[in-house]
Structure formats: C-alpha cells, structure tokens
C-alpha cells in the first residue's frame, strides 16, 4: 500500500536542543507506522540557541529532510550583545536591565521583522516547495509556529495550490504569547501582526493546538476546525537510575528571571529553619539555564549551601535528572498570558513517575491535567500554607521511604498516540 505524503515545514529539527524540537521529531517518527510518509523541511544553516547532538540519532535514516539556506539576523546581532541568545528564545531581560543597544534590537526586532526574524526564509521557500510539490505530488503540508513566519510559507503555499491541504500547528499562541508585548511595538506593528494571526487562522484548513485555552483563544478569530493535540511523552533508551539518597527537589529546563517563585523560596527556607532533619537532606538541583535573579533570590533566602547548579545538559541527561530526583518543580510565569502554556516536559515529569510540584496562574491546563492524572499537586502564588504543607507531608513520605506517585490515564499521552490523532487528521477522507 503507498504511504501517503505529509509535508512538514519546521524551523526547529535536529540538532536543535531545547523543547522545541521535541514535538515534530516524535510525531515524525510515529507517522510511518500509520502509512503516512513525513517529508521534512528546515533550514539548512540555522543559529538555535541550544544544541543537542545527541538527538540527531533519534532521526530515522529513510526519513527525507530537505533544506534551503535561511538569513539568520541574531547571528549579526550576537556581535552587538550577549542576549542575543535568550531574545531568541523569547526570553527578554527585564525592562530596567535592558541597555540601548538591547532596546534598539527589540524595537528593530518588533518592528522591522513581522512576524519575526525568519521573515525572510518565507519567499526562497515557497519558490523551492512549490516546485517540490509539483515534482512530488504532494496534497497535505503542516507548518509549525513558532517562528510563525513559517506559517507564512503555508498561506503562500496554500494562494498557490487551492486543493491542497494545510495544517497550521500552534505549539505557542502568536500575538498574545508572554514575549509579545515587550517587543515595543507600534500601533502599526500590532496591527499587522494581528492581521497576519487572522489570515493565517482562516485560511488553513485544520488548525492544530497544543491546549484548550489556546483553543479557546483562536475560536474568537476564526470558524475553522481546531484540534487539541498537547505535547506528549516517549519511552526515552535511559539506563534504569537510584533514586537520589538526598530529598531533592529538582527543576528540569531553563528557569529564567520571570518564573522567580518566591513563595518557593520562603516555604524552603521556614522548612530549613524549624526542621534540623529537613535541612540535613534537602539538595535543590537546577538543570538548565538559570536567571541571575533566580540565584540572587536563592542566595537571599540563604539556600545557596543546599543547591546543586548542573546546568545545561542533552535531553537523556534530563530524563536521568527526572527519574532520580525525589519531586519535580514546574514553575510558570504568574501571568494572565501563560495560563495557555502546558510545558511540554509536563508529560516527561509524569512519564518519570516522580511527584510533581507545580506552581503557576490560576484556571491552566496544567492544573487539570495534574489532578486528572494524579501525577502531582498544583499551587498559585499566593498559597504558602498549602504549598508548605504538600513539601512536609512529601518530606515525611521520603523518611519513610515511601514517596511516590500513582499515575492514572498516562497512555493518552504518549508520543505514539498524539500520533495517532495527528494522522487521522492527514489521511484522506
């Protein structure tokens, strides 16, 4: 039987590290067991901010990538400033932090490069697709955002080829994602943005999301079909691991200045204080990239002797962190325009069977999903008492010996499933 094309235009691809990539490298990798053959399209000299070389070996050999050279403004720009890296990632210093030369590169970045700084990728690859798409007979694309310019390579793709059918999969919302509105935009600037969002949204055929708020969110703007496929976990070749001697609670992934959880802090440094046995085996591992501010608030409430800074690290390396560790943190930003964001190493923390901790705005996703799985507990800012609590009772469970979770419904989410949903979407009709 002939295994039916997909087409999938995606800026992020090995060896690009971080969570970005995490998403289209699983579903590509599942699409061939439903008789859906995945064609990759990505740059070809890409500047990611994190790289993981070690996921290059999770890309099947038969799979055919295909790539075109791409204009990559940050790389100019990191001659100009160190946090060229971080504004990449849509991570943004703190108004007050940020120099001239810093505010220049948002208002240029916001203004200039609509969407964004991929902006430019859009006309080389709608001349070269369009030629592979003839060549190829190719009737299904999916463009995948952020960046959203590539959705822009959809829409044109789409004004070309009416009978074709596109998927645009938001894994972040676009013009209400937390980053947008330190870009300094003008009037003019989120005008267009909003208009781009608009046409984007009503002409594709599916609209594919990554939560419900999101599909919540995208329901106002258009009628089109809109679809809730979350991220997911994978059976991930990890040697079996102890569980650490210490009472770790660890955080997996980047921990930058605006998810600074102060309540954390506090409720660690009272334990600290009235618990000679809490403070004798508690250790804070941080793996990934930590905000300055982050340590500083750390150091203010005197936790600094307790923590265990590991840093970057592959993605294997994080799933040994995961599964060794005695609680996860999962820290969101408390802010209205993150209650649509479900992280997607959420699912890996519940695939590791370890307790999680949670800490975030009210009325998320991620709240459901936790209660819904029994993987953990979820606190807002303000419940100090509670979280103080639920990291005692833990505390005591791991004297014990005895703490750990009791995971329910979990297949839902597994990388092979979401697979599943996402090729029924691509089979014809």
């Not at 504004?87 to 969407?115: A, D, H, T």
């Not at 894994?171 to 509105?181: C, E």
């Not at 102890?242 to 102060?262: M, Q, V, Y």
């Amino acid at each position: 039987m002939t295994k039916q094309k997909v087409l999938i235009i995606t800026y992020y691809w090995p060896p690009a590290g971080g969570p970005g990539v995490q998403r289209w490298l699983k579903f590509v990798k599942y699409l061939p067991q439903f008789n859906i053959e995945p064609i990759v399209y990505c740059p070809e000299n890409p500047v990611y901010p994190q790289v993981d070389k070690s996921l290059l070996d999770q890309v099947s050999k038969d799979t055919i990538i295909l790539k075109q050279p791409i204009s990559e403004p940050y790389k100019l720009a990191s001659l100009l400033s160190k946090n060229t890296k971080t504004i990449s990632k849509g991570i943004i210093p703190e108004e007050k932090k940020q120099g001239i030369i810093q505010k220049l590169m948002l208002y240029v970045r916001g203004n200039f490069f609509i969407p964004d700084a991929r902006k430019k990728w859009v006309k080389p690859s709608v001349n070269y697709l369009s030629n592979y798409i003839l060549d190829n007979k190719i009737d299904t694309i999916i463009t995948s955002g952020p960046p959203h310019s590539l959705h822009l390579i959809g829409f044109k793709l789409k004004e070309q080829f009416k009978d074709i059918c596109w998927l645009a999969d938001f894994r972040d919302p676009w013009t209400t994602i937390g980053y947008h509105k330190q870009l300094k935009l003008t009037k003019t600037s989120q005008e267009k943005h909003k208009l781009l969002e608009k046409q984007v949204l009503n002409t594709a055929d599916k609209i594919i999301v990554t939560s419900n708020n999101t599909k919540l969110e995208f329901e106002a703007i258009t009628s089109k079909p809109i679809i809730v496929i979350t991220n997911g976990y994978d059976k991930e070749k990890v040697k079996p691991v102890n569980l650490d001697k210490n009472f770790t609670i660890a955080h997996i992934g980047s921990l930058l200045s605006k998810r600074n959880p102060e309540i954390l802090w506090r409720v660690l440094s009272d334990l600290i204080a009235m618990d000679d046995e809490f403070s004798a085996f508690f250790q804070l591992t941080l793996v990934g990239n930590v905000g300055e501010s982050i340590l500083k608030s750390i150091e203010k409430y005197k936790l600094t002797k307790y923590l265990n800074n590991v840093g970057y690290v592959s993605h294997i390396e994080s799933i040994k962190y995961q599964k060794q560790s005695q609680l996860l943190l999962l820290i969101e930003i408390d802010s209205e325009d993150t209650k649509v964001i479900i992280p997607g190493k959420l699912f890996e923390y519940m695939a590791s069977q370890r307790p999680i901790i949670a800490i975030g705005p009210e009325a998320t996703d991620v709240e459901v999903i936790l209660k819904e799985t029994n993987t953990g507990d979820y606190f807002n800012y303000h419940d100090y008492d509670s979280l103080k609590s639920k990291i005692k009772q833990h505390f005591e469970a791991f004297k014990q010996k005895n703490l750990n979770t009791n995971p329910i419904g979990l297949q839902k989410y597994s990388r092979l499933n979401l697979t599943k949903t996402l090729a029924s979407l691509i089979a014809k009709e």
